[in-house]
Each structure stands twice: as C-alpha cells, then as structure tokens.
C-alpha cells in the first residue's frame, strides 16, 4: 500500500502561486510514476501533470501548460506542483495519484486507472 498525503492548498487572489505537495508513504516511492489531478464543483475529475518515475519526462494538461510545474523528490518521497498566474477557474480540488511503472504520457489517458489517490487539498482562486 502506498499513502498518499496532499497539502498546500488554501485561498489565494487571482495571479498569485501556490505550491502543492504530496508526501508519499508506504512502499517504495521511485517505482511509481506520479500525477496530478483536479475536480472543480459540478465537474469530473481531470487530469493536471504527470511525472515519470525518475523525474526525467513530464506532461501538462493544455490547460495549465507553461504555468504549472510538476517535480518530484524521490529521496523525500514527495511530488509537488507548482502553480503560478492562477485563474479562478483554476478552483478545485487537487489530488494525487500514483501508478506503478507507468509514462507520465500514461497518466493523462482518461481511463488510465490509478493504483493509489489521496484525499485532495482544496484550492481556491478569487477574482
């Protein structure tokens, strides 16, 4: 089993940065490609970045290209999410999930299925 623990969210104004992390326990972290994901209010869940298991490849949704980045420590078994110029429609609720060997490309497919989700951290950008 792998836990996985979101935090960083909270309430900012329009255009401001917020980093999210995600603390992974558990299993081994390195063999798991990591993601990014996020649910507005009376939407579905989408996909927001992915990285592979070594940190080497990427993805964006095309929504949160060139302001979003995703990055992660293997030695501290934590990913995180950069986030700069956030909008309002950037409010949701974020999560992170792992899937063991995947491609971060693998991880944007919807229907990709996760092996393991956190429990999200809420973040609220105001006009």
């Known amino acids: 089993q792998v836990q996985l623990v979101e935090s960083g969210g909270g309430l900012v104004q329009a255009g401001a940065s917020l980093r999210l992390s995600c603390a992974a326990s558990?299993?081994?972290?390195?063999?798991?490609?990591m993601g990014w994901f996020r649910q507005a209010p009376g939407k579905e869940r989408e996909f927001v970045a992915a990285?592979?298991?070594?940190?080497?490849?990427?993805y964006y949704a095309d929504s949160v290209k060139g302001r979003f980045t995703i990055s992660r420590d293997n030695a501290q078994n934590t990913v995180y999410l950069q986030m700069n110029s956030l909008k309002p429609e950037d409010t949701a609720v974020y999560y992170c999930?792992?899937?063991?060997?995947?491609?971060?490309?693998?991880?944007?497919?919807?229907?990709?299925?996760?092996?393991?989700w956190g429990k999200g951290t809420l973040v609220t950008v105001s006009a």
């Open positions: 999930a792992a899937r063991r060997l995947a491609t971060a490309q693998t991880m944007g497919v919807t229907g990709t299925t996760m092996d393991y």
């Open positions: 558990g299993r081994t972290f390195s063999p798991y490609a």
């Open positions: 990285i592979s298991t070594s940190g080497g490849d990427t």
